[in-house]
């Protein structure tokens, strides 16, 4: 964990002594820099734009600056820059194109509050997502301000000079050069781009046809092909279905879905047409009054049912298992492929549309095999219980590669930050990071959710640090009356599944009391996030 004497060291480097002269009028090339192009650093642009009007840092007053400094021509400093390694925004849902791809989140909670999401699909498409992106970008000019094929390297914070020096390269013409800023903000997501979680299998190499991973899905021809997709989670439960649509432009021969053991599946309405009745034309509330109806329903459902599973698992066991018993009536398919040892939400739990997945095995196209795999042959897979899975090619879902702040390297003052060792204040801010926050969204929940109560605090921070003219706002895991201790359970909570637990390293950790506990708890995370006073004992400011 933090060495707490190291800790204390940079915070008070960080508030050592008064800037000098040069240091207070140090321009910078945009007062916030937002580093990655998905729907977090989208939603994080948007809400800078829409408070376009205002400053963001307080500055000394001109009469103080000429008492101190000679005044020079300055360069022109931009209010924020976002930049994207990628080639274009969207971030997951630019990266991800296998067939089936979509949200595991109801759209009108995984939409931006500011911004309706008034499609009727329940779980939004992969495509439609990244539109619903594009066009926000749009709508609130967001546009000009990305710099695509830029990938930020190291960031490194000065004390002396009140600011960050990101390290970037252009990965179209392979320059690289430095660019300043007051503020960072990580919205690159938790995971790895480059490569997702690929375990080796023994004897991998003697298998004759195709192994793809769904990270790297580019035109796989899997028409009338037979097809075993390793894996349980949501990819793989997209997957099946998809892949044995008669319907779509390809159609495999056969496709099984191997897992190394079950994962809770719950069917929800592919279509909500609520916003519809609610909006009629024989309706008092507008659009937009129904659709924050429909929102607030949409996500006092998601905490119920998130509650009730960690206070009452047995219940909600046996609910989730009654469903998937009526689903599977008919088709000859063994319960126990959906009804894992763990409780309900220790992992997530699947969600899948109008029964796709269900329907899918009541057909001749697909099957569920759990088991644990001895090694690959020519021809496919050899399990443990001795059976033999025939393939064309293997999909390996096996999960995701953690990663923060899409890898760049964190330094303060010259000492390396070691983030997988510091405590996450509130979710948004790092332990001993001045002027940095990193977006995370919710695990039992829209992932969105999170993000826009995030982004909506971020504001509220600068909007302070502006209006008291503070520089540098750094959050510390002691004060004079206590002290907060780091937990084993990272940012994204007490999940146990293995992406998580593979990454523990990687995550900050949350801590023991507030506000560096993680709640996973949109209400009170919205009272939190949005009402409680900025200043408090844990977060120190300087000018």
Sequence with gaps: MLDMTAGKQAIKKCFKSKSSPAALNTPVDCEVLIIGAGIAGIGMASRLQQQKHKGLFGHKSRSRLKQLVKRKPQKTTQRFVVLEKRADLGGTWDLFTYPGIRSDSDALTFGYSFRPWLDHRVLAKGGDIKNYIADTAREFGITEHIRYQHEVQQLSWSSHSQQWTATVKNLASGEVFALTAKFVVGATGYYDYEQGYRPHFDK????????????????????????????????????????????????????????????????????????????????????????????????????????????????????????????????????????????????????????????????????????????????????????????????????????????????????????????????????????????????????????????????RLLNHMHKHRYQVAVPQAKTAHSEAHAQPDTVMGALSAGYVQRAQHELPKQGDIYPWRVTNNYLSDRVMLKYRNIKDDWLLFNR
Aim: hydrophobic share 45%; glycine share 8%; with cysteine.
């Design 204 to 459: 991998e190499e003697d298998f004759q046809g195709a192994i793809v991973h769904p990270q790297h899905w580019q035109n796989v021809n899997y028409d009338d092909k037979k097809v075993v997709i390793i894996g349980s989670g949501a990819t793989a439960m997209t997957l099946l279905p998809a892949m044995v649509d008669e319907e779509s432009e390809q159609c495999a021969q056969h496709v099984t879905m191997l897992q190394r053991s079950p994962t809770y599946v719950a069917s929800v309405p592919g279509d909500d047409y609520a916003l519809d009745w609610l909006a009629g034309k024989f309706s008092p509330l507008s659009k937009t009054q129904a659709y924050k109806l429909l929102r607030t329903r949409n996500v006092l459902m998601q905490q119920g049912t998130y509650r009730a599973a960690v206070f009452a698992p047995k219940v909600m066991k046996a609910l989730l298992k009654r469903g998937v018993k009526t689903e599977l009536k008919g088709s000859g398919v063994d319960i126990a492929h959906f009804m894992p040892a763990y409780n309900p939400w220790d992992e997530r739990l699947c969600a899948v549309p109008d029964s796709d997945l269900f329907m899918a095995l009541h057909g001749k196209r697909a099957a569920v095999v759990t088991d644990q795999i001895s090694h690959f042959t020519k021809t496919g897979i050899m399990l443990d219980s001795g059976k033999h899975l025939e393939a064309d090619i293997i999909v390996t879902a096996t999960g995701l590669k953690l990663q923060m702040l899409g890898g760049a390297k964190v330094y303060v003052d010259g000492q390396a930050i070691d983030i997988g060792s510091r405590m996450t204040y509130k979710a948004v801010m790092i332990e001993g990071v001045p002027n940095m926050v990193a977006l995370f969204g919710y695990t039992n929940a829209s992932w969105t959710l999170k993000i826009d109560l995030a982004c909506q605090y971020v504001l």
